[in-house]
DNA sequence: GCCTTGCATGTAATCGATTACATAGATAAT
DNA sequence: ATTATCTATGTAATCGATTACATGCAAGGC
C-alpha cells in the first residue's frame, strides 16, 4: 500500500505554485470563493486536489484571532441527563463549523479558572456552561475580562448574573407533578429536593410550595427531604420516610435518579409503588419508561435545550457581541408524563 | 467594576519589554525555565503577572506543529455507558496537559472521514475511538496519511487492524454469566446479542457458546436473539421469547440497558424476575443496582478503560510514534457482580 | 596570559494562512 | 479619445510564539 510521508506539509505556496497563481488567490478561493474568477477558482480546486492540501487550522486561527471551537463545561459526565444534552449541543455546534471540547466540572480543580483560560488563550470562542454553581470570583473574572458575550448557561443558570440561558420551566413541572398528584387524591406529598445551592433545587422546590398552597395542602416540614439528584440520595430519602410517624402518601423526587433509587429502598422495606405510595420524578431519562413500575415523570425535552443553547451560543459568536445587550432567557416548555407510579393513597396510617 | 478591553493582546514582547529582555528569554522562562537564570526568571514572571500575559494557543500550535488536543469519538453520546468512560478519559487527558474533543458518531454522516479531517488540520494530535464500526475506506485513510500511531481503541475496537486497543475481557465475562446461571441449575440459556457486525457481539456471543460447549448445555437457534444493546430491543426480545414454544429459564443479555427492558418486558406479560426467569446483564451501570430486582451482571471497570486508554495515547505522542511498533492491547478484567436478578428455575413447562 | 568550555541571552527566521493595499486590464461613461 | 469604475489578482505585512544560531561573558585549564 502506498503511504505518504507523515508531515509533507502541503502549504498554501505548494498549490499556488502548482495552480500558477498567488497564494492570496489561493486562499480566497478556499474562504471566499466569490470574488475569484470561476476559471482560476476551478484551476486552484484542481490543484489542491492534486496535492492533498489541508488548511492548517493553527495558522488560520493565528490570523483570523478565533478558533472555531466552544466548550462545554458539564458538571458530572457520568450523568446520562447531562450527556444527552451534550449529544444535542454536539450535533447543533457540529452543523455550525465549531468543534467541542468538554470539561467535567467534577474533574476540574477550579472550573470557572479554566474556562477563563480557555477563553482567554483563543482556545474556545465561547462557552457553555451547564453548571449553575459557579463563584463569584469567577464571574468577576468573566467580567473583567470582557467575555460576558461569549457565555451562555443551559439547563442550569446564575441567579442575578446577565447571562443568557435556556432552561426548563421548572416551576412549572414542579407544578404539575404536585396537582397530578393531587387529582389522584393525595394530600400529603412529599419532596426529594436537589442539592443546597442549586438554582434547580430552588425553582423546582419553590414550584411545589406554590401548589401546595394553592392546594390548601397539610405541610410537614420533614417531608421536604434533602437530595442532591443521585440515585444513591434517593435510597436515602427512602430510609428517611420509612422513619416518619407521619408518612406521606407520594412523593416528588427532583430528579428520576431520585425516585428510581426511592422506589428501590420502598421495595428493600416490603412496600411497593404505587400499591403503598405514589412517586413522580422529574427529567423522563431513557430507562423511566422502563423500570417497575413505569415511572410517572415530568420530561425536560433535551434535544431543545441542547439546540438552543447552542444556537443562542452561535448566534452570539456571528456578530461578535454587538447584539449581546439583550440577555435572553429562554424558557422550553415541560411535560408530565403519566405512566405507572403513581395511582389513589390507601389509607396506610404509618 | 473595572473592565479591560476586550482584545488587548498582551504579547511576549510586551512582557519582554516591560521585563527589560528579549522576547526569546519570555518564551524561554515559559517553555524551559530551567534554561534561565534564576533571576531573570522571576523579572520575567514578575512582568507576566504585571502585564496579565496569556500565551496565544494558536500561535504556539502553529510554530509547534502540534495542537495540545486529542479528539474522543463516541458511538451515541447519550449512552450513559459511554459517557462514564468519557468522563474518566477527560480526567486524564486533562492532567496530561491535553484538551478533549468529542464528537458522536451517530451525528456525523462519516466520523471515520471527520477523524481523519481533524488530524490533518491539525485540529488535534490524536483520537481515542470508542467506535468499532470503521469502515475499510476509513483505515485506508489512516494508512495513507501515516496516522496510524494517533489512534487508540476502546472499548470496541477493529478486527484484523493493528491498532493499540484498551477493552474488558468479553469473552470471559460472558462464560463468568453461563456459568452463574448454570451453578443455580439453569440449562436453558437464552441470549440477546448486540448489534450485527459489532465485535462486543462476537467477542460475548463466542465465550457464551463457549461456556455452553464445556457446559454440555443444549443449544437452540431460536434462544440466540438479536439485540442491540438498547434498552427498546431488551423489550423486543422479551417479546420473541415469550412466543417460543420451548422457553429458555434464564437469559445472558449483552448489557444492561437490554437486561432491564426485557424484564420490563417480561413484567408487563406477568413473569418476574427472577421466580420465572432469571436475567444476567453486562456493564453494571448505576441504575443496574437500584432496579427491580437489582441486576445481576457483568461489571466493567469504566475507569479503568478510560485510564489507560488515555493514558495509551498520551505515551504514543509523548515519542512521536517512535516506540509504535508494538501494537499493545490492553485487555481489562471484568467482574461478576451477583445480585438479585437470578435464582434456581422453576418447572414452567411453558 | 591565552585558549577552551559552558552558560545566559539576544537576533532573526520560521510556522502557514489571511488580508490591506497596490496594480493591471477591461469595461463603461462622457 | 480620455478618464472613471470595476474586477481579478499579486505583493507583502501580519498574526504571536518558538528556536537555531550567534554572541558575549565568566570561569577553568595550561
Known amino acids: 500500500m502506498p503511504r505518504r510521508e507523515p508531515e509533507k506539509s502541503v502549504t498554501v505556496q505548494d498549490v499556488a505554485r502548482q495552480a500558477g497563481v498567488s497564494a492570496a488567490t489561493v486562499s480566497r478561493t478556499i474562504s471566499t470563493p466569490e470574488v475569484v474568477s470561476e476559471q482560476t477558482r476551478d484551476l486552484v480546486l484542481e490543484a489542491i486536489r492534486h496535492t492533498g492540501y489541508r488548511v492548517n487550522q493553527a495558522a488560520r486561527n493565528l490570523r483570523r484571532k478565533r478558533s472555531g471551537a466552544v466548550l462545554v463545561l458539564v458538571p458530572n459526565l457520568g450523568n446520562p441527563f447531562f450527556s444527552q444534552i451534550l449529544a444535542s449541543l454536539n450535533a447543533t455546534f457540529s452543523n455550525g463549523g465549531y468543534s467541542v471540547l468538554i470539561s467535567d466540572s467534577n474533574v476540574q480543580e477550579a472550573p470557572g479558572r479554566q474556562v477563563v483560560d480557555y477563553l482567554l488563550d483563543g482556545r474556545v470562542d465561547g462557552v457553555v456552561c451547564l453548571d449553575g454553581s459557579l ?109 416518619m410517624k407521619e408518612r406521606p402518601t407520594a412523593v416528588f423526587c427532583a430528579s428520576d435518579m431520585v425516585a428510581l433509587g426511592l422506589i428501590a429502598r420502598l421495595n428493600a422495606a416490603g412496600l411497593s409503588v404505587p400499591q403503598d405510595m405514589s412517586v413522580v420524578g422529574f427529567d423522563d431519562i431513557e430507562l423511566a419508561a422502563f423500570s417497575l413500575p413505569s415511572l410517572t415523570t415530568i420530561r425536560q425535552d433535551r434535544s431543545a435545550l441542547g ?44
Chains 1, 2 share one sequence.
Not at 387524591?185 to 394553592?214: C, D, F, Q, S
Not at 439583550?326 to 405507572?340: F, G, H, N, P
Open 135 to 243: 463563584t463569584n470570583d469567577d464571574l468577576e473574572q468573566f467580567h473583567l475580562n470582557g467575555l460576558e458575550n461569549r457565555i451562555v448557561f443551559a439547563c442550569e443558570w446564575l441567579e442575578d448574573a446577565p447571562y443568557p440561558s435556556v432552561r426548563s420551566n421548572n416551576r412549572k413541572g414542579a407544578i404539575m407533578a404536585v396537582e397530578h398528584l393531587y387529582e389522584f387524591g393525595h394530600r400529603k406529598i412529599a419532596h426529594v429536593t436537589g442539592p443546597r445551592g442549586n438554582v434547580l433545587t430552588a425553582a423546582r422546590r419553590e414550584g411545589m410550595l406554590h401548589a401546595r398552597r394553592k392546594l390548601d395542602l397539610p405541610l410537614r416540614d420533614e417531608w421536604i427531604i434533602r437530595g442532591d439528584f443521585s440515585v444513591q440520595s434517593g435510597w436515602k430519602s427512602g430510609d428517611d420516610i420509612l422513619r
Open 307 to 350: 439546540e438552543q443553547a447552542a444556537g443562542q451560543l452561535l448566534k452570539r459568536l456571528e456578530n461578535d457581541g454587538e447584539l449581546s445587550a439583550a440577555c435572553e432567557i429562554k424558557t422550553i416548555d415541560v411535560t408530565l408524563i403519566s405512566r405507572d407510579s403513581c395511582s389513589t393513597p390507601v389509607a396506610n396510617s404509618t
